[in-house]
């Protein structure tokens, strides 16, 4: 059975607040084997897409995400699907997981994958990049090789996380990232999404005071 679900987004720019999504892209493992699968969900020129508008895909897309989710830096990919509407149960993030692992070095994908994944390159970004496309320009690119660079995200992602959980065991951080770490991650993405309760009054006068 389905215990385990790596999710990753292409979107169309940077920021939620005006931009959309792209594509989606989920890994997870079933009797031992690795299956990923990525759609489209912006129109593309002889591809299906998703429609997000459509109330039968959006029924079935929030089956899946009611699960725990796994993302890399999902305070990115979270604010998209929160805008979209959609409740997602943020689960784990290999992002913060490879700063109880090793705080000092950087902590993108493509770094991580290149040291823990030996195997395998992002070479479906370096064709991107050969078209002339950077980052955040990927939606206007071929959708085959926009799906294909989805599915590398999901896929490495997927393979962090179990090489991170064994590394923080190793470490005696495993009880401090479930229990602490990433709570405190779910509280942050919420801040950042919905704002916060401040009182101008008292800020101002400590402000003052401390001044």
């Not at 950087?106 to 479906?124: D, E």
């Amino acid at each position: 059975s389905v215990t385990e679900r790596y999710c990753d987004l292409e979107t169309t720019g940077l920021e939620y607040t005006n931009e959309s999504i792209a594509s989606i892209s989920f890994t997870t493992e079933i009797d031992k084997e690795i299956y990923s699968i990525a759609f489209l969900t912006i129109p593309k020129e002889m591809w299906w897409n998703a429609d997000l508008g459509d109330g039968e895909i959006r029924e079935a897309l929030q089956k899946v995400f009611v699960h725990p989710i796994d993302f890399h830096d999902g305070l990115f990919d979270i604010r998209f699907l929160w805008k979209a509407g959609f409740q997602v149960n943020y689960n784990f993030d290999t992002a913060d997981a490879h700063l109880m692992v090793d705080e000092n070095s950087p902590h993108n994908m493509r770094y991580l994958i290149s040291i823990y994944n030996k195997f395998g390159q992002l070479t479906h970004k370096n064709a991107f990049a050969e078209l002339g496309f950077q980052e955040g320009e990927y939606h206007k690119g071929p959708a085959e090789l926009l799906l294909k660079i989805n599915i590398d995200d999901t896929y490495h992602g997927y393979l962090l996380k179990g090489k991170f959980q064994e590394l923080m065991k190793k470490e005696k951080t495993d009880a401090f990232f479930k229990k602490i770490q990433m709570p405190f991650k779910r509280v942050l993405a919420k801040m950042s999404y919905r704002g916060i309760m401040m009182d101008r009054e008292r800020i101002h006068s400590t402000s003052a005071k401390y001044r």
